[in-house]
Nanobody, 126 residues
Framework: QMQLVESGGGLAQAGGSLTLSCAAS????????MGWFRQAPGKEREFVAA??????????ADSDSMKGRFTISRDNAKNTVYLQMSSLKPEDTAVYYC?????????????????WGQGTQVTVSS
């Protein structure tokens, strides 16, 4: 079993930046593909980004609203995955979830993951 804990969320101003972290415990995430999702109020959870277990491959949601502003990375030595978000917009307001171990759909618009964190709230004010 793997437990995931997100941190780094909070209140940010439009145009600002935040970096979210996802720390794993219970087992190493070294061999796991990792991902980030988000869920805005009243909307379904949507995929944001994923990174392969070696970190050599990444892919992002095919979304004009997110394109070029989010970067996923990982530090296997720290058992942590990151999501850097820049040029934040009010529409980025959501609960952001970390996920581990892709079970299906690498490269798909909505990959499936085995493990999920509890989420961290990001609120962007205009």
């Amino acid at each position: 079993q793997m437990q995931l804990v997100e941190s780094g969320g909070g209140l940010a101003q439009a145009g600002g930046s935040l970096t979210l972290s996802c720390a794993a415990s219970g087992r190493s995430l070294r061999w796991s593909d990792m991902g980030w999702f988000r869920q805005a109020p009243g909307k379904e959870r949507e995929f944001v980004a994923a990174i392969s277990w070696r970190g050599g491959r990444t892919y992002y949601a095919d979304s004009d609203s997110m394109k070029g502003r989010f970067t996923i990375s990982r530090d296997n030595a720290k058992n942590t995955v990151y999501l850097q978000m820049s040029s934040l917009k009010p529409e980025d307001t959501a609960v952001y979830y970390c996920a581990a171990e892709i079970s299906a759909g690498w490269g798909s618009p909505q990959p499936q993951f085995e493990y999920w964190g509890q989420g961290t709230q990001v609120t962007v004010s205009s």
